[in-house]
C-alpha cells in the first residue's frame, strides 16, 4: 500500500477509472454470458422440445398416409377379387397377389407388402418372406386390426428394421382379407427429418440404433446417456443438446428418438454479443483512460503548480504567487496560498524591519510570543564592552568619520555576537550590552559570551589594521562578563515597549568591564562565569578587586584566548 | 293361375318328402329366437335341417324355380336379407338414378354384375347352399345377404323375435337358427321337435358378435 500512497494522484485517478470501466467491462460480459447461455440453453431446450412434438406430428401424419394410401390399394376391386380366391382351393393364386404386393410397392414407395387372409394367415408377401402361411393375428398393428376388424397402424420391428406399418382390412363387402403395408424407418428418412426440423434424429432403443442422420462413426448409443434430459453431448469438436423422446411402438424394448441440436451453434449469438460487448468495452476503456488523463490532468496541474509554488516559498522566495484561475475547491485553495504568502512576506518584513532596531532572535521570540508578558527568571550571562580612549578619539576625528568607523566596528561586534547566538541588547554610544541565553535559552551561554568577546578582539584587529593604513590609532577596548539570574520580558508602557533583562548581575558586568582598564586587562570575567567554563580556555590572571557599589570586593579572571588559538586577548601596551 | 298353385303344391309335396313324413294334416311350429339376455333377435331365419345328402340333391327342375328379387334402392340393397331355396334365381334391378356394381366372392357363389342401371343385369340363380354376401364395387357401404338354403321350410323373425313355421306335415323335425352375427353355427342350435299338433314355443338362444358398424375410412362414416 505503500507504493500505492506513493503513486500520484494522477495515476491514482487514472487507475481508478480504469479499474472501474474494467470491472463494469468484466461484469457485463460475465452478466452476458449467465444470461444469454441460460437463455440459450432453454431457448434450445424449447427447440428440441418443439421438434419432438413436430416429429410426432410428422409420424403421425406419415403411419395416418400409409394408412390411407393402404386403404386405398385394399379398396382396389381386382386386389380383392384375387384376395377372393383363397376361399377356394382350386382357384388360390399366391403368385398373383405376391405380384400385387411389389406392384404397390412401386406404386406408393413402400418397402413391404403383406397380404393376410380374414384370420391373420399371411397368404402373399412382397419381397418373399418366410412366414407365409404362418399366422400373424399376434403381430401389431394387424392384432388390433383383426380385433377391430378395422384399420390399425403401429411401429414394428421386422427382421431387424423398423417400420412404420398399417393393417387395413379388405372389404367383400365383409372382411375377406388384410393388406399390410410397411414403411422404413431407416437412414434416409432420420436425413430427411432433419432437413425438415434442422435437428438430427436417432431413433434407437436401449440395444440398437435403428436409424439416424448422423454418420455412422458418429452415432450415439444408448449408453452415452446420463439421467438428464435434454442432457449436453460432445460430439467431435462440437457440444450438442440431445432430447430422448419416446416414440409408440411395440418392440421387446422402448423405442426412442434422440433429437440433437448443435449448442455451440445455438451460442453463436451470444459470442457475436461478447465480441461486441468487448468491443464497445475496450472503445470506452480508451475513452476513460483519455477522459482520466484529461480529468486528472484538470485537477493535478494545479495542485502541482501549487506544489511548486510551496516550494518555491519553502525555499524563501515569498514573492512568489501561483497563478490559478478557477472557482472551484482548488482554485480557493490557490487563492487561500496566495493569501497566507502574502501574510508571511508581510510578517517577514516586519521581522525584517524589527530586526534592525533590536535584535533578530529577539524580534523572532517577540513575535513567535515565546516572550512572557510577566517576565521570567532566567540564568543568562551578560556582556559589556566598550572602546576605551574614545573620548579622545572623538575629539581628533570629524563626527561622520566618528559615525562611519563606530558603525564598521559595531557591525563587527554584532557580527561576533550573533555568530554565538547572542543579542546585542543595547548600543552605549562606544559600546554595546550582550545577553546569552535569552530570548532563546541555551545552557552553554557563559561559553558563547566568552567566545564572542574572543570574537569581537579578532575582528577588532583587522579593523585596526585598516585604522592604521588610515593613519589612525587602532582601538583598544574592554570586555566584562558575569553569568547570573535575571527577570528577562518586555519593559516599558505599552506604546514603547522592549525586550530587556532586570537584576543585579547586568551591574556587576557593567562593573566588570569597567575593572578591565585599570587591571590593564581586554577580557574580565566574573567568577560565576569562570566556574562554568571547560578548558577551552586560556586563563589568565585571577584577582579579587573591589567593585563601585559593592561592599566585597569581586573575584575575576582574565581570558587570554582559546586554548591551541592564535588568539591574544592580552591588552596591547602603548 | 294354375301353375302357381301347381308350384306351390309341388313344393309342399317336396318338401314333405324331405321331411320323411308325409302327413296330410300340416301343422304351425311357432317360438321366438332371444339373446342370452332374453332381447328379441330380429332377421334370424328358422328353418328345418336337411339330412346331409339332401344338400347335394339335385336342384327342382328349371320349372319349379321360382324368381325372387333383391333391389337397390337409394343405395341399399332392399332387402338386406333374403332366403332362397337352392336353385332360385334372384334378380337384382336397380331403382338407383346411378350406376351399380354388385359382386359376391362368397364361396356359395361367387358372381359380378358389372356397371348396370336398371333392370339391365341377368339373373343370377343361386344353386348352392350357404350364404353369399353381396357387395356393391361402387358403394363400401351397401352390403346384402343372401342365405341360401336347402329347404323351403324356413320363416325369419319379426321385429319381437318371433317366427311362425307353417303347413309342415306332422312328423319329426330338427330346427336350427341362423343369423348373420350369431357366433353359433346352425347346426349347433339344432332343436328337435315332435310336431303332432301345433307347437307354440320353441324357443332358440343365439349370442350374437357385436354389431359391426360398415367399413369407415378415416373415421368418416360413409352415408348411404
Redesign the interface.
Known amino acids: 500500500m505503500r507504493g500505492w500512497h506513493g503513486r500520484s494522484l494522477r495515476t491514482k485517478i487514472f487507475v481508478a477509472f480504469s479499474a472501474l470501466i474494467l470491472t463494469v467491462l468484466v461484469a457485463t460480459l460475465g452478466l452476458t454470458q449467465l444470461v444469454v447461455g441460460r437463455d440459450a440453453t432453454r431457448t434450445l431446450s424449447r427447440e428440441l422440445r418443439t421438434t419432438g412434438q413436430v416429429f410426432e406430428s410428422l409420424l403421425k401424419e406419415r403411419a ?1 398416409r400409409l ?2 394410401n393402404s ?1 386405398l390399394l385394399a ?1 382396389d ?1 381386382a386386389l ?2 384375387v ?2 380366391t383363397h ?2 382351393p382350386a382357384s388360390y393364386d399366391p403368385e398373383t397377389l405376391a405380384s400385387a404386393g411389389l406392384s404397390y410397392r412401386q406404386r406408393i414407395g413402400v418397402q413391404l407388402v403383406w397380404m393376410t387372409d380374414e384370420t391373420g394367415k399371411l397368404i402373399a408377401a412382397s419381397p418373399a418372406n418366410q412366414r407365409v402361411g404362418q399366422s400373424l393375428g399376434g403381430l401389431s398393428p394387424l392384432k388390433e386390426a383383426l380385433a377391430n ?2 384399420a390399425a397402424g403401429d411401429v414394428v420391428e421386422v427382421d431387424g428394421k423398423l417400420f412404420q406399418m398399417a393393417a387395413v ?1 379388405v ?4 372382411v ?1 382379407g388384410f393388406l399390410m403395408l410397411g414403411q422404413a424407418i431407416d437412414d434416409p428418412v432420420a436425413a430427411q427429418l432433419k432437413v425438415d426440423t434442422h435437428s438430427d434424429v436417432t431413433f434407437l432403443t436401449p440395444r440398437q440404433v435403428f436409424a439416424s442422420s448422423w454418420p455412422v462413426a458418429q452415432r450415439n448409443l444408448w449408453h452415452d446417456f446420463g439421467l438428464q434430459n435434454p442432457a449436453l453431448l460432445q460430439i467431435g469438436t462440437e457440444r450438442f443438446l440431445s432430447l430422448v423422446v419416446p416414440v409408440r411402438a411395440h418392440l421387446d424394448q422402448p423405442l426412442y428418438a434422440l433429437i440433437q441440436g448443435s449448442y455451440d451453434k445455438a451460442l453463436t449469438p451470444l459470442h457475436a454479443l461478447q465480441w461486441r460487448i468487448a468491443i464497445i468495452g475496450t472503445l470506452a476503456m480508451l475513452g476513460a483512460v483519455l477522459i482520466g488523463v484529461f480529468l486528472a490532468g484538470g485537477i493535478t496541474g494545479p495542485v502541482r503548480a501549487l506544489v511548486a509554488a510551496m516550494q518555491e516559498v519553502l525555499r524563501g522566495n515569498l514573492r512568489y504567487r501561483t497563478h490559478v484561475d478557477r472557482d472551484d475547491e482548488i482554485g480557493f485553495m490557490a487563492r487561500t496560498f496566495n493569501e497566507m504568502v502574502d501574510g508571511l512576506e508581510e510578517r517577514e518584513q516586519i521581522k525584517d524591519t524589527f530586526g534592525r532596531f533590536v535584535s533578530r532572535d529577539v524580534a523572532e521570540a517577540v513575535l513567535s510570543g515565546r516572550v512572557p508578558l510577566a517576565g521570567e527568571r532566567l540564568e543568562v550571562t551578560i556582556l559589556f564592552q566598550d572602546i576605551r580612549g574614545f573620548t579622545a578619539l572623538s575629539e581628533k576625528l570629524d563626527p561622520v568619520a566618528l559615525l562611519r568607523l563606530l558603525n564598521q566596528f559595531f557591525t563587527e561586534v554584532v557580527a561576533a555576537v550573533e555568530t554565538e547566538g547572542g543579542v546585542v541588547k543595547q548600543f552605549t554610544g562606544d559600546g554595546v550590552m550582550a545577553l546569552f541565553g535569552v530570548p532563546q535559552a541555551r545552557t552553554d551561554h557563559p561559553q558563547r559570551a566568552v567566545r564572542a568577546a574572543l570574537g569581537i578582539v579578532s575582528r577588532l584587529e583587522g579593523l585596526n589594521g585598516r585604522l592604521r593604513q588610515d593613519g589612525l590609532e587602532p582601538l583598544q577596548i574592554g570586555v566584562g562578563i558575569h553569568t547570573g539570574e535575571v527577570v528577562a520580558g518586555l519593559i516599558g508602557p505599552d506604546a514603547r515597549v522592549e525586550y530587556g533583562v532586570v537584576g543585579e548581575p547586568v551591574n556587576l558586568a557593567s562593573r566588570i568591564e569597567a575593572l578591565t582598564k585599570d587591571f590593564t586587562a581586554t577580557i574580565l570575567i566574573s567568577k560565576e562565569a569562570a566556574a562554568r567554563l571547560g578548558a577551552e580556555f586560556v586563563v589568565g590572571r585571577a584577582a579579587l578587586l573591589p567593585v563601585k557599589g559593592k561592599l566585597l570586593p569581586v573575584e575575576v579572571v582574565e581570558i587570554l584566548g582559546l586554548a591551541g588559538g592564535h588568539l591574544d586577548a592580552r591588552p596591547q601596551l602603548p | 293361375m294354375h301353375r302357381v298353385i301347381l308350384s306351390i303344391l309341388l313344393t309342399l309335396l317336396s318338401a314333405l318328402c324331405l321331411a320323411g313324413v308325409v302327413n296330410a294334416n300340416p301343422a304351425t311350429i311357432s317360438g321366438s329366437v332371444t339373446g342370452a339376455d332374453g332381447a328379441a333377435i330380429a332377421d334370424a331365419v328358422v328353418f328345418v335341417q336337411t339330412p346331409t345328402s339332401a344338400q347335394s340333391a339335385t336342384p327342382p327342375p328349371e320349372k319349379s324355380r321360382t324368381m325372387e328379387v333383391v333391389d337397390q334402392v337409394n343405395k341399399a340393397f332392399v332387402p338386406g336379407l333374403r332366403v332362397v331355396v337352392v336353385g332360385t334365381s334372384v334378380r337384382f334391378p336397380n331403382h338407383d338414378q346411378i350406376h351399380h ?1 354388385v ?1 359376391s ?3 356359395a357363389k ?1 358372381f359380378e354384375l358389372p356397371l348396370y342401371k336398371g333392370e339391365d343385369a341377368a339373373p343370377v340363380v343361386f344353386d348352392k347352399v350357404g350364404v353369399v ?5 361402387i358403394h ?1 357401404w ?2 346384402g345377404i343372401i342365405l341360401v338354403l336347402p329347404t323351403p321350410h324356413f320363416a325369419v323373425t319379426d321385429g319381437s323375435g318371433r317366427f311362425v313355421l307353417e303347413n309342415l306335415p306332422k312328423g319329426t323335425y330338427t330346427l336350427v337358427a341362423w343369423h348373420a352375427l350369431s357366433k353359433l353355427k346352425p347346426e349347433e342350435t339344432a332343436q328337435p321337435v315332435e310336431l303332432d299338433a301345433d307347437v307354440p314355443n320353441v324357443n332358440f338362444k343365439l349370442a350374437l358378435l357385436p354389431a ?1 358398424a360398415r ?4 373415421g368418416v362414416r360413409a352415408e348411404p
Not at chain 1, 372389404?171 to 365383409?174: I, Q
Not at chain 2, 354376401?133 to 364395387?137: A, E, I, T, V
Not at chain 2, 367399413?215 to 378415416?218: L, N, Y
Open positions: 395416418t394408412q390411407t386403404t379398396s376391386f380383392k377379387r384376395f377372393a376361399f377356394d376388424q378395422s382390412p372389404l367383400g363387402p365383409d375377406i | 356394381h359382386y366372392f362368397s364361396p361367387t354376401k353381396l357387395g356393391c364395387n363400401d351397401m352390403s359391426r367399413p369407415a375410412v378415416h
